[in-house]
């Protein structure tokens, strides 16, 4: 009877959770019911940078080092590379390889089942932070709903045709979703740390602190809104709780001293950095203020709201509860303006998609509680109406990616076939797809390097040169002509980013960038004419290829390649054809 009382209140959150996990989980069900007999193992993509994150952790499955690119770098080059952005936030990428290994499974059903393992563990971690913060079982889980399925609908305009952000965000794996729910543990700890008088409060500073120093091996943008978050709430706490200050400023300063202790191997770490990262991921110099964001309006209204609950004395500035809505509400405002302080802006779109609008609906669910009194809505209104958003959202993302996923599903086969091939043969080398998506799919299954895939950039492990080069290359061996170059520079976007990178071409990643001229394009053209035409055996051996793989039944024109490579008929598999290739030494 006892442990019935203790853990009753966990079946209101773990109910939420289960319906969370099924409701997110809809976009791979689609897939999987939809491929039928034909479903390869492939996970439902929900964000297209997931590719690049399941290439990582299938490299480390297939035993490359933390440091490797598993797109361009043989197994030996990893060892001497410069530390990159997946090496230093290493923290999920090696939990998740646990998992994998433990259970013996391939990257791409690792992705599956993180997904609804995350989903749970996150609904059972904001479960565990409402219920605390406004006493209230039913209305904690209701919150789950509400945050975790109606992410999107703060993160951008719902009404604008083209949706940017993923359905539900949070579960883009293996980031932010395998340290998703420390975040709102880490916001637990520290709320229970100031509200606690015995020697427990200071176990709890520490365990906040180590919280943070995961969140800071995991994912820069959850661990900067933590650090936000933690002076909004520490500042507003001393702030209107003055009677508290000396017992707030101890176990704040235990949370810092044990943060500073972790940052400081960080900031080692970004000392050995890649200088091609700081290009590659947009990193702005600006002062210039960011006030139009959805989160910061919703933010900003609520703060209103909150302050006006104060002033009619419905709720008390001293409310723990209060101070942490508020501090949430207040969290947009200032992630997205610290570069007029800092000076320095990255992408700070991924706070918006990531994480506080999730906070800000944190918030709101705070706010309503104080409020409940002035607005009476029956809790099955609150259900219906999140749990009809998530159902919509997700069957809208299951049909926008269904095409995309059944693309990437139906090249498993060939993905499995071509490292068995290798694996057999032990040749050494890089392979060639004709297809820039399964390009970017392929290092998911594969354990073999690619000539060029268009995001092997974002490990900064390659200077711009050596990118360009690739690219090049690869459009020499896929027979591309200059006019046609010409003609993709003007319309391609995956043409435009390999040449003039993300920043130029993807408006959204900076608040300045400049537009491609005609002037580059026809620049970059005539580069690429000079490479054609002075193309040597030396360029040729610079990254010699084993395999070329083409995907769809249309005619290349293969002369380039046929001249310094000896192909067969080929492997069908599927529609698809395989051509191991061997360089023609000395007869060319």
Request: hydrophobic fraction near 50%.
């Given at each position: 009877m006892h442990s019935q009382a203790k853990?009753?209140?966990?079946?209101?959150?773990?109910?939420?959770?289960?319906?969370?996990?099924?409701?997110?989980?809809?976009?791979?069900?689609?897939?999987?019911?939809?491929?039928?007999h034909n479903w390869h193992g492939s996970y439902a993509l929900i964000d297209f940078d997931e590719l690049?994150?399941?290439?990582?952790?299938?490299?480390?499955?297939?035993?490359?080092g933390?440091?490797?690119?598993?797109?361009?770098?043989?197994?030996?080059?990893?060892?001497?590379?410069?530390?990159?952005?997946?090496?230093?936030?290493?923290?999920?990428?090696?939990?998740?390889?646990?998992?994998?290994?433990?259970?013996?499974?391939?990257?791409?059903?690792?992705?599956?089942?993180?997904?609804?393992?995350?989903?749970f563990l996150s609904?059972?971690?904001?479960?565990?932070?409402?219920?605390?913060?406004?006493?209230?079982?039913?209305?904690?889980?209701?919150?789950?709903?509400?945050?975790?399925?109606?992410?999107?609908?703060?993160?951008?305009?719902?009404?604008?045709?083209?949706?940017?952000?993923?359905?539900?965000?949070?579960?883009?794996?293996?980031?932010?979703?395998?340290?998703?729910?420390?975040?709102?543990?880490?916001?637990?700890?520290?709320?229970?740390?100031?509200?606690?008088?015995?020697?427990?409060?200071?176990?709890?500073a520490i365990g906040a602190g180590l919280l943070f120093g995961l969140l800071v091996y995991s994912y820069f943008f959850l661990w900067t809104a933590a650090l936000a978050w933690t002076v909004s709430f520490g500042l507003l706490w001393l702030t209107f709780r003055p009677e508290e200050r000396?017992?707030?400023?101890?176990?704040?300063?235990?949370?810092?001293?044990?943060?500073?202790?972790?940052?400081?191997?960080?900031?080692?770490?970004?000392?050995?950095?890649?200088?091609?990262?700081?290009?590659?991921?947009?990193?702005e110099v600006t002062r210039q203020p960011d006030l139009s964001r959805v989160s910061e309006i919703v933010g900003i209204l609520t703060v209103l709201v909150l302050v006006w609950l104060a002033k009619k004395r419905h709720s008390s500035l001293q409310s723990p509860s209060f101070i942490f809505a508020l501090s949430c509400a207040t969290l947009p405002v200032i992630v997205f303006n610290q570069q007029v302080v800092t000076g320095r802006s990255l992408?700070?779109?991924?706070?918006?998609?990531?994480?506080?609008?999730?906070?800000?609906?944190?918030?709101?669910?705070?706010?309503?509680?104080?409020?409940?009194?002035?607005?009476?809505?029956?809790?099955?209104?609150?259900?219906?109406?999140?749990?009809?958003?998530?159902?919509?959202?997700?069957?809208k993302e299951a049909d926008d990616n269904f095409a995309l996923n059944q693309q990437l599903d139906n090249?498993?086969?060939?993905?499995?076939?071509?490292?068995?091939?290798?694996?057999?043969?032990?040749?050494?080398?890089f392979v060639l797809f004709n297809n820039s998506l399964l390009a970017a799919g392929a290092a998911t299954s594969l354990s073999v390097p690619e000539l060029w895939a268009p995001n092997m950039y974002s490990y900064g492990t390659s200077t711009r040169s050596e990118q360009i080069e690739r690219f090049h290359q690869y459009l020499y061996f896929m027979g591309v002509k200059s006019q046609s170059l010409d003609l993709d520079l003007r319309n391609s976007a995956t043409t435009r980013v390999a040449v003039f990178g993300l920043p130029r071409v993807n408006q959204g990643l900076i608040s300045k960038s400049a537009t491609i001229s005609e002037r580059e394009v026809d620049e970059e053209v005539e580069l690429y004419s000079r490479y054609v035409g002075s193309f040597s055996e030396v360029d040729a051996k610079r990254w010699p290829l084993t395999y070329l793989i083409t995907i769809d039944e249309a005619t290349y024109d293969f002369?380039?390649?046929?001249?310094?490579?000896a192909r067969d008929a080929g492997i069908h598999v599927g529609g698809s054809i395989i051509y191991p290739l061997r360089f023609r030494d000395g007869d060319q």
């Open positions: 853990y009753g209140h966990w079946r209101f959150g773990v109910l939420a959770a289960l319906a969370v996990v099924f409701v997110t989980s809809i976009p791979q069900l689609n897939l999987i019911i939809r491929r039928g690049t994150y399941s290439a990582y952790l299938n490299g480390l499955i297939n035993g490359r933390r440091k490797s690119n598993p797109f361009s770098d043989l197994h030996e080059e990893s060892s001497s590379r410069s530390e990159n952005y997946y090496s230093i936030q290493f923290v999920p990428a090696y939990a998740t390889l646990f998992f994998s290994r433990l259970l013996r499974l391939s990257a791409s059903t690792t992705f599956i089942l993180i997904s609804p393992l995350m989903a609904s059972l971690a904001l479960f565990w932070l409402l219920r605390g913060l406004i006493a209230d079982d039913k209305f904690a889980a209701i919150g789950v709903l509400i945050v975790l399925l109606c992410g999107r609908l703060v993160s951008e305009s719902p009404l604008i045709a083209a949706q940017l952000y993923g359905a539900f965000a949070f579960l883009r794996r293996y980031v932010p979703a395998v340290p998703f729910p420390l975040f709102f543990i880490f916001c637990g700890f520290i709320w229970r740390a100031l509200i606690t008088k015995q020697r427990r409060a200071y176990l709890l000396s017992h707030a400023a101890k176990k704040l300063s235990v949370v810092a001293l044990t943060s500073v202790c972790v940052l400081i191997p960080y900031f080692k770490l970004l000392t050995d950095r890649a200088r091609t990262i700081d290009t590659d991921q947009a990193l992408q700070p779109f991924h706070y918006e998609q990531f994480i506080v609008n999730y906070v800000v609906l944190v918030s709101l669910v705070i706010t309503f509680q104080l409020a409940a009194q002035l607005v009476k809505i029956r809790s099955a209104l609150w259900v219906s109406c999140a749990l009809t958003i998530g159902v919509v959202t997700a069957v090249a498993r086969p060939v993905f499995e076939k071509v490292d068995d091939l290798s694996l057999q043969s032990r040749r050494k080398g002369a380039n390649l046929d001249r310094w490579y």
